[in-house]
């Protein structure tokens, strides 16, 4: 991956952020550990030094300033190299190993001359040795310091800083390599969707966003963008069918049409004759505006811009309302018409299509069944769902015609000679798909079963 893009990358970004925030973080945790450590370790030495100089205070409250000296002096003669003192009077220096002029009163941080030895072994740059020191001055005058070796702190303090230097720097280069890391795996992600982008733009509409299946939101992304290809690839799909049909489908009637007026203007020999001719021919044109409408119709239906329009309706009020308006018209052609619906069945989607696909699975029932024939009307409701069937004992459809009479214009050899365009139950199973449902045909031994499924309303 180009180092351009990965420094573009919002994930190598955030990554740097991250590990920005973590370093200043760890400074944070760094500087309160160096100061807790080092100030435990301080304040251990002003207590040891505050203890000697109450000691050697209480000597001199005994016996005065010679006391006082008789015990600096033995505390150096037992080889204490941590202690030292210093005690001084009128600038002169009665007892000790630290010069005159460090007599101040006070706390104070200062440095004292090592031997070659020590130097060699603890600060062979400088030859000096860090020491903290108290001064307290005397009911006399006279001033007692009481200082102590201070190299082990000064070594903490070395060793704290040391591994702070060392800490940040592995953070800021663990905090870069995942970034990098980062922005390299979000960028290869990227680079997939762009180039299965690419193969579409070029056409081919078969190709998808892989799913690594972590979970994550590139996982969610690319299921989103799939699912809108596949309904793309369908609305292209759907698109193509109609420009198949309107070739194929309409070809016949538009042929008809043509050879009607071409015998008129050949044959024809009067003004009735052409009046007959006219009139067919507006027939024959209606019939095949109808086509086109009901291509239209079911192309906008498949195209799921009306799921805009979806709104809780009253199923069993319009169930009722179409066995009603249908028994009339079965019983003027002989048909027998019963409904069996359950009361109170609200639903959420487009009242409008729904009657029309319920119309049309009726209004197929009774053109397609011989007079006579029974044709059930049920609705009820299980396991959350409205179940709507249309059921007749007709002829009913063969077994491997089951699967194709959903297609645009496809009718049975019986079906040809009864009028209709062969769109009903297409335009039924794309109002049921709308409702992200599926129009189910069974045999009905004898006869035909037809049903779906709609979600009940909240």
């Not at 005690?87 to 090592?114: C, F, K, M, N, Q």
């Not at 759907?238 to 194929?248: E, K, L, N, T, Y």
């Not at 071409?262 to 009046?275: H, K, N």
């Amino acid at each position: 991956m180009p180092l351009p893009n990965l420094f573009r990358s919002r994930a190598f970004r955030n990554g740097l952020a991250y590990a920005g925030l973590f370093t200043f973080s760890a400074v944070i945790l760094f500087a309160v550990v160096y100061w807790q450590t080092a100030g435990y370790m301080k304040s251990r030495i002003h207590a040891t030094i505050a203890h000697e100089t109450h000691s050697l205070t209480r000597e001199y409250d005994a016996g005065g300033l010679a006391e006082l000296k008789n015990a600096i002096n033995d505390r150096l003669e037992s080889g204490n190299s941590d202690n030292h003192y210093l005690l001084v009077a009128h600038g002169a220096r009665l007892a000790g190993d630290l010069s005159a002029t460090a007599g101040t009163v006070g706390w104070s941080e200062a440095y004292r001359p090592i031997d070659s030895v020590s130097a060699a072994r603890d600060r062979p740059d400088s030859g000096r040795a860090p020491i903290i020191r108290h001064g307290t001055q005397l009911p006399d005058g006279a001033i007692l310091v009481v200082a102590r070796d201070a190299r082990q702190l000064a070594a903490l303090r070395a060793r704290l800083v040391y591994a702070v230097l060392w800490g940040l720097l592995v953070v800021l280069l663990l905090g870069a390599a995942g970034g990098a890391l980062m922005g390299r795996a979000a960028l290869r992600r990227v680079e997939n969707i762009n180039r299965v982008a690419s193969r579409i733009s070029d056409g081919d509409l078969s190709q998808r966003v892989p799913d690594s299946g972590r979970g994550d939101e590139f996982d969610h992304l690319a299921r989103h963008l799939n699912g809108m290809l596949d309904q793309i690839e369908r609305l292209m799909h759907s698109m193509r069918q109609v420009s198949s049909d309107i070739a194929h489908d309409l070809r016949t009637p538009l042929g008809r049409l043509r050879q009607g007026l071409d015998t008129a203007r050949v044959q024809a020999r009067s003004v009735d004759d052409y009046q007959r001719a006219v009139d067919r021919a507006i027939v024959q044109t209606d019939q095949i505006l109808e086509t086109f409408s009901a291509l239209l119709r079911i192309a906008q239906i498949e195209s799921g811009s009306r799921r805009a329009r979806f709104t809780r309706f009253d199923l069993s009020a319009l169930a009722d309302t179409l066995a009603e308006t249908y028994t009339v018209v079965a019983e003027e052609t002989g048909h027998v018409l019963a409904a069996e619906i359950e009361p109170a069945v609200a639903v959420r989607g487009d009242r409008e299509l729904v009657t029309q696909a319920l119309a049309n699975l009726i209004e197929n029932a009774i053109t397609h069944t011989p007079p006579g024939s029974h044709i059930d009307i049920r609705l009820r409701t299980s396991q959350g769902s409205a179940v709507v069937c249309i059921a007749d004992n007709g002829p009913g459809i063969p077994s491997e015609a089951i699967d194709k009479v959903t297609q645009r214009f496809y009718r049975l050899e019986a079906s040809r000679t009864t009028p209709g365009s062969g769109l009903g139950l297409s335009m039924a199973a794309a109002v049921v798909d709308l409702h992200d449902a599926v129009l189910s045909l069974e045999d009905n031994a004898p006869g035909l079963s037809v049903s779906f499924r709609l979600p009940l309303a909240d």
